[in-house]
């Protein structure tokens, strides 16, 4: 008697939950990511070998360009407005609610002198990327750069981090040592001694057998 053959049947797989699981992925990454603010300056870092990563946040970055600008940024939200209103009453310049909403987005980086902030807060975003800004004074006649240095430090230790900021030094390839070094100099002559030098990661050379 001849043998009666199973009948075979290809297996499948339903892919309705991979498919599901990767829409909410998707939709995860898409509601939990902060993109990088866009900056005032480009900067182009040198390279080293150091590993060392700098926080993600509570940072307060201080960079200077090829053309000796000095600009400030504070990743703070909760701190902003207080900073703005802070250092303009230092210097008798006071800002509109609007003046100071549009500084939370500017906040991140910018190098304009304080005097000169209520007209670029009052530009709109497309309009702000066309100025040239000159840069934060940062000399001895003239220091509003340690102002919102320290302005950014005594918020940051009332705010629900109770320490200061981190500092990160970002200096351009070709920027100017000395302006590097006077920058370096103001904070440490208001004992502001910690802070991180931004680098970009340089390949390790490998070692031979």
């Given at each position: 008697m001849p043998k009666v053959k199973p009948?075979?049947?290809?297996?499948s797989l339903d892919m309705t939950p991979m498919v599901d699981l990767a829409f909410?992925?998707?939709?995860?990454?898409?509601?939990?990511?902060?993109?990088?603010?866009?900056?005032?300056?480009?900067?182009?870092?040198?390279?080293?070998?150091?590993?060392?990563?700098l926080p993600e946040s509570?940072?307060?970055?201080?960079?200077?360009?090829?053309d000796k600008?000095?600009?400030?940024?504070?990743?703070?939200d909760a701190i902003k407005s207080d900073l703005l209103t802070q250092v303009?009453?230092?210097?008798?310049?006071?800002?509109?609610?609007?003046?100071i909403q549009a500084f939370?987005?500017?906040a991140s980086s910018f190098g304009t002198p304080i005097e000169q902030l209520p007209a670029l807060l009052s530009l709109d975003s497309e309009q702000r990327k066309n100025v040239k800004q000159t840069g934060i004074p940062?000399?001895?006649?003239?220091?509003?750069?340690?102002?919102?240095?320290?302005?950014?430090?005594?918020?940051?230790?009332?705010?629900?981090?109770?320490?200061?900021?981190y500092v990160a030094i970002k200096g351009?390839?070709?920027?100017?040592?000395?302006?590097?070094?006077?920058?370096?100099?103001?904070?440490?002559?208001?004992?502001?001694?910690?802070?991180?030098l931004i680098t970009d990661l340089e390949t390790k050379p490998v070692a031979g057998n």
């Open positions: 009948h075979r049947t290809s297996p909410l992925l998707v939709t995860f990454f898409m509601l939990t990511t902060k993109f990088a603010p866009e900056e005032a300056v480009v900067v182009d870092t040198p390279s080293s070998t150091s590993e060392i990563r509570h940072v307060i970055t201080i960079a200077v360009d090829k600008r000095v600009f400030f940024g504070v990743d703070d303009g009453a230092k210097y008798g310049v006071s800002f509109t609610p609007s003046q939370k987005g500017v940062a000399d001895s006649v003239n220091n509003q750069f340690i102002e919102w240095v320290q302005t950014a430090q005594q918020l940051s230790r009332k705010s629900a981090y109770g320490k200061p900021s351009d390839g070709n920027a100017d040592v000395p302006t590097v070094k006077r920058v370096i100099k103001l904070m440490q002559d208001k004992n502001i001694n910690r802070f991180n």
